[in-house]
Every structure is written in structure tokens, then in C-alpha cells.
């Protein structure tokens, strides 16, 4: 179930950065995150922390 919900959000990150043309930078900046973890995030590396899955989540929906 986690991996379901961490594709997703994996996805939901993906589609945001098409969406609004945003590179990777941008949005590790407006996440304030590494943009290292950025993609370890969105290559489902490594599991996003709560306070990171919910500060992802606020921002890309």
C-alpha cells in the first residue's frame, strides 16, 4: 500500500512540474529540500518523510 501511495505521489510531483513547466530546482527551492532529494523522492529511491510527503502534497495539489 505504501509503494501504491508513494507512486502516486511520485506522479502527482511529475504532473505538477509538466503542468507548470517547473524544473526540478524550482521546486526542491519552493519545497525547501535538496533538489538530490527531489529526485530520490520522485524515483521512489527513498521514501518521502511525513512532514515532507505532507509539505509535497499541500504544494502540488
Request: glycine share 0%.
Amino acid at each position: 500500500m505504501m509503494a501504491e501511495q508513494f507512486s502516486t505521489l511520485a506522479e502527482e510531483i511529475i504532473n505538477y512540474q509538466k503542468k507548470n513547466d517547473m524544473p526540478d530546482t524550482a521546486l526542491a527551492f519552493n519545497l525547501h529540500i535538496s533538489v538530490e532529494r527531489l529526485h530520490n523522492i520522485k524515483s521512489m529511491e527513498s521514501d518521502p518523510t511525513p512532514d515532507e510527503k505532507r509539505t509535497i502534497e499541500q504544494f502540488v495539489r
